[in-house]
């Protein structure tokens, strides 16, 4: 007997009982569907991490403190004050380094921030014009910090456009308007275009300041808290990362590299962490929903068991009419085969339909990818076999005369 | 008269059943011979060891001693596989209770030996039309079987076991459970086959059915007690 002959007998046999055949079904399209969804906005939110580190600045280098020392216990990471204005401007003038575009010298801290009635607490970055350009910011209203700014130390500050909505409500333009930081007035010069951030790493919720100001006239003090530097392409970045490297530990005075007092970080440092963290959450999410895929694969077995008590006879019947043990055993396969992968097929459309439906009402980004769709049917196939397999042995096991008189 | 080579040799078979520590002697040291073309009725009463000795030759169960020839080949050493081919080709079986595939088409059931058989599915069907015309039953072909009367179920079963040309048929109590007026009809289609030269055992408590056989062998306690031809004694 054909294998094409079995599968379309075991549609019929299928279709004889819809209802048992469609609860059986329902088990794997929910675990199938839940997979999908599940895998689907797991990658979506890691694919949008990555393109908002991205959107951050190609080919970025992030100089940082490292971590300073009170005697012997070792404080937070970028706690030291070993970073100066003077290391930004060597790195940027220095000969020996080749392989660099921009230097943008960075001190931020949290501040409150008042306009009017509204009052919030808020990243303040004091900045070179360079910001701009290494971190790719462009504006929607305004100018951004000029070199003028800096140098003339100004009480000007550009905004994010989440602080715009928090102290002058949705829609506003508060360019011209003034803004009081540490009890200083500012006057507004512009405001940058979103970059839809989220998180404690906020990139609309900041507000920009010339360094010079931060440093002498906010905060007081004359260390940064990083050097951001464009790399000239990413092919550079490593060496770009070794030049700026033994060039700062020359001039910091450190011959031991393990004792450095900074960090270098590459974008794709930053970029590894964070696809770590969410791949670890996709993985999680895809735990969770393969349970459920489980539990209705053992569906599928308690059904094909039912099954073969319930056709004991026919079994026997067709032992007795020539059926040889191997067609026996694939017609079980088949029909259970068949019922997962009706099962994978549905849930597979009905994981894309949620999980698109998920990501415009929750606004999460989802990616439907080929491969967690060829997972789903291949998988649904498989459970099919593993499931079917100790049924459809044990039909096949039936002697045809104690299965002919079975009641 | 008869042919020299026998279809079915039978050689002190025995069977005996264990259901837990109670062994139940079915059939007891039983040697015949079926040569081609007889009608053969086995007569006796409920547990004479009939019912056994029909499934033993029909492949469906193994004897615990004795020999089974079966057109000369011995079944007791058959795989499980060849077993299921000798099933499939060279015995039709038809059994008291029909065993028709429920809640399917009289053609359907006629053609599933033909389907394990790998016969071409073109020619099935066409296979599957005779013999149903042959049984009288050309206009219920799409009927399923729970659609039709015991005696045109049987009919069908009859129909199925004749499509691969089995060298003999062996029928367990086939008017068993049908009512006298249909049993006529089912022995006017052995007759026919027997007529046309096929090789049939059948399984009967009815005197009347079995005198429509060639040849009558008497079983009680799993011994054959009588064998002779209808009519005259064997010689």
Redesign the interface.
């Given at each position: 007997m054909k294998l094409w002959e079995i599968i379309i007998e075991s549609f019929g046999t299928l279709g004889l009982n819809k209802l048992r055949t469609g609860l059986a079904v329902l088990g794997i399209i929910i675990g199938i569907g839940s997979v999908i969804t599940l895998i689907s906005i797991g990658q979506g939110s890691q694919q949008a991490v990555t393109s908002q580190i991205q959107s951050l600045g190609a080919n970025l280098l992030t100089v940082m403190p490292g971590s300073s020392r009170s005697g012997s216990v070792r404080q937070a990471f970028g706690s030291n004050t070993t970073l100066t204005l003077e290391d930004a401007q060597a790195i940027k003038t220095s000969p020996q380094i080749t392989t660099i575009n921009h230097v943008s010298p960075e001190l931020s801290r949290r501040s409150q921030v008042i306009a009017g009635k509204n009052n919030t607490n808020t990243q303040i970055y004091g900045v070179y014009p360079e910001y701009a350009i290494v971190h790719k910011i462009s504006l929607s209203s305004g100018n951004f910090i000029s070199q003028g700014d800096v140098q003339g130390l100004t009480k000007v500050a550009v905004l994010g456009p989440q602080v715009v909505v928090d102290l002058f409500g949705e829609g506003a333009n508060p360019v011209g308007q003034t803004i009081r930081i540490n009890k200083q007035s500012f006057r507004i010069i512009g405001v940058t275009q979103s970059k839809g951030g989220t998180g404690f790493n906020n990139q609309d919720d900041v507000i920009f300041v010339p360094l010079s100001t931060a440093q002498k006239q906010l905060f007081g003090v004359d260390y940064l808290s990083s050097i951001a530097i464009e790399a000239k392409s990413p092919e550079v970045m490593t060496d770009a990362q070794n030049e700026i490297g033994y060039f700062l530990l020359d001039r910091h005075k450190i011959s031991d590299p393990a004792s450095a007092d900074f960090m270098i970080m590459s974008q794709n440092d930053i970029l590894n962490t964070a696809s770590q963290v969410t791949g670890t959450f996709t993985t999680l999410l895809s735990g969770i929903a393969a349970i459920s895929l489980l539990v209705g694969g053992i569906g599928i077995m308690n059904i094909m068991l039912v099954t073969v008590t319930e056709r004991t006879r026919e079994i026997g019947l067709r032992k007795a009419l020539g059926a040889k043990r191997q067609t026996i055993v694939t017609q079980f396969l088949v029909e259970s085969v068949i019922l997962t992968l009706i099962g994978g097929i549905i849930g597979m459309l009905i994981g894309i339909v949620a999980s698109l439906l998920l990501s415009k009402l929750l606004n999460l980004p989802s990616v439907i990818s080929l491969f967690s769709v060829i997972l789903a049917v291949g998988v649904s196939g498989v459970i099919g076999i593993i499931f079917g397999w100790y049924p459809a042995q044990r039909a096949a096991r039936l002697q045809p005369i104690e299965a002919l008189r079975y009641e | 008269m008869t042919n020299p080579k026998p279809i079915i040799q039978v050689d002190h078979l025995t069977k005996i059943y264990r259901n837990d520590s109670v062994e139940t002697l079915a059939v007891s040291d039983v040697s015949f011979k079926v040569f081609p073309g007889e009608f053969v009725a086995i007569m006796g009463p409920s547990g004479s060891g009939k019912s056994t000795l029909m499934?033993i030759l029909?492949a469906?169960?193994l004897p615990t001693s004795g020999r089974y020839l079966l057109n000369s080949q011995n079944v007791g050493l058959l795989s499980?596989?060849e077993l299921?081919?000798i099933?499939?080709?060279q015995i039709g079986?038809i059994?008291q209770a029909y065993?028709l595939?429920?809640?399917t088409t009289a053609l359907k059931n006629v053609m599933?030996?033909m389907?394990?058989?790998?016969i071409d599915?073109r020619k099935r069907e066409e296979i599957a039309r005779h013999y149903l015309d042959l049984v009288g039953l050309s206009d219920r072909l799409d009927h399923t079987s729970n659609q039709l009367s015991g005696g045109q179920q049987q009919r069908v079963a009859i129909a199925?076991s004749l499509v691969?040309d089995p060298s003999i048929l062996l029928a367990d109590e086939p008017t068993g459970n049908i009512a006298s007026a249909q049993a006529e009809e089912i022995m006017k289609i052995f007759k026919k086959l027997h007529f046309q030269g096929r090789t049939i055992i059948m399984i009967t408590h009815e005197p009347d059915i079995a005198k429509h056989a060639s040849r009558v062998i008497t079983m009680r306690d799993g011994k054959i007690v009588s064998d002779h031809l209808n009519g005259r004694k064997k010689p």
């Open positions: - | 499934h029909g469906l169960d499980e596989d299921a081919d099933r499939n080709r079986f059994f065993n595939l429920p809640r599933l030996p389907a394990y058989a790998g599915p199925r691969n």
